[in-house]
């Protein structure tokens, strides 16, 4: 009780008065009643920045429903398209339209224009508060459009107020900037939070990008993928992770993300890559580099990098799995298997012809030890990793908005799969020690993922590093989820049998009602309306794979966002929207450029997949903030009882 009435005290501090205590929870009560903001969820990005910018900007079709929503048959389909072109690029547009209109119509556009944006915005802000509102406002035309999308232009006086507004912005050469600023809104207002499943690293060029754009983002979460796990490891120096990272750079003709996006120097690398094959084709080391995209005179001496750095990392994880017996990955030692003099490899008691049999610096009597200068040559790397500053503050950014899962608003989200056993039961996994399962292994493995980082403790610190590898790779890893990466067999080995990585039973059980309804009571959700999503494995809809399990209890939203995997998937990703209304599901087509979809209107051309209708309405009361609201007024609520009863006196 002492407690409580200390707890009191501080909250008066704020709420000083009969009046004060009395308006705040009228004000949080009515927000209890307003719809549900709109969360959007995409996965598995991978680098494809131009893509990620474009569904950030038309929030998976939300903005053009939006559009639908406020003009229906008012405008053409032609004009609607043309003013959600306008949101997505209002910059690229205004360019484009000021080169083909005169001054005079283009005053013209100017009013048209921004009468059309303003109706937009003031629909996409009607779920929020005013306070909300005015915040998210950008500054230099906050007044402006706060005017605007709160005026009455059926009252007489005021449309007089409203137009002049509008035609002292076009005289005075603002028109543009306030359109931008409009548009910016909308974009803004439609999602009111981002998750983004997991995979935000490799294979496309421009995950720093991404990046950057998630760092300016206005609320959102992560949960981290095994992509972006190891670049984290990388990070923190670990050798085996930075070896992996570069070689998926290097593998995806993707090197200029190391050098140009985040500073690091790989002169060293290119010397020893050039001297120690110099006379080696490495035919096994071709690039999968996208045509248009990749300067084709530097592929040569990238295959050479490639080969150089998957070699040094074929070494690093030997070391890794000799310096822990307990991750059981014996079977993954392959480099002492290698037969030099006939160019054979033994796995599994099975003789297979190497494709490549130069090995220059791997000594057959010690051949997970690295050469000297392979030794070097990691040192300076690893330098270059921790000291790389863009690069760490991605990372911290990680860190601070990501996790292994997230419990959202009645759903699960997580990457890649909770594991199970053959039978459909949580896999038990021992890690340091102790065994863990479900919703704990997550959390231990987390605690560890964290501590390689922010750890001062040398030994705690360094357990953690290694523990990004293992999560990277390792075949009761949830975010991996197979029984082996068969990086090794795929380079070097023809038989195909040995590339296959069988998946974990999770992926056989996961469209079982009782198995969905399993593990989300082990994440503490047992509502029939909660859903799994998660990503990773991408869905092959060419197939005829579909990404909704389960009657809608869970969905895959990895589709192939990433163009490495469009041939496979036969669409260009998933991404999922959740209102007040439901859920919808898109399947997307591949987006072609920036250029062509403000020279011609186009939008990534999407199907809806699925459409899920909530039994009612959602508000916010229904929502993790409501649970949050509904606390604040109980406090409010105790504070005001006791300025009432005499037990707390009122201040001015």
Known sequence: MNKDNQYLKILSK????????????????????????TEHFLSDIHGEHEQFAHVLKNGSGAVKRKIDDEFGNILSEREKKELATLIYYPEERIRMIKKQTTSGSLDDWYIVMINRLIRVCKASASKYTRSKVRKALPKNFAYVIEELITGRRDLGDQEAYYNEIIHTVIRLGKAPDLIIALSKTISRFVIDHLHIVGDIYDRGPGPHICMDTLMNYHSVDIQWGNHDIVWMGAATGEL?????????SARYG???????GYGINLLPLFKFAMDTYKDDPCECFRLHYREGEYDLSNAQMDRKMHKAIA??????????IKKHPEFLMDDRLLLDKINHKYGTIRINGNDYKLLDNNFPTIDPKNPYELSPREAELMEKLKVAFINCEKLQEHVRFLYRKGSLYKVYNNNLLFHGCVPLNNKGELLEVELCGHKFKGKALYDELEKLLRKGYYSIDPEEKQLGMDMHWYTWCHKNSPVFGKDKMATFERYFIEDKNTHVEIKNPYYTWYDKDETVTMILKEFGLDSLESRIINGHVPVEARKGELPVRCGGRLIVIDGGFSKAYQPKTGIAGYTLTYNSYGFLLAAHEPFESVEKAVETGSDIHSETVLVQHVERRKTVADTDIGKEVKENIRQLEELLHAYRIGELAEKE
């Open 14 to 37: 704020q709420f000083t008065n009969v009046a004060t205590t009395a308006t705040e929870i009228i004000n949080l009560q009515s927000i209890l009643s307003l719809p549900k903001g």
């Open 240 to 248: 085996t992770c930075i070896a992996t990272v570069l070689r998926f």
């Open 254 to 260: 993707n090197l200029a993300i190391l050098e140009d």
């Open 311 to 320: 070699i040094i990392q074929f070494k690093l994880e030997g070391q890794m």
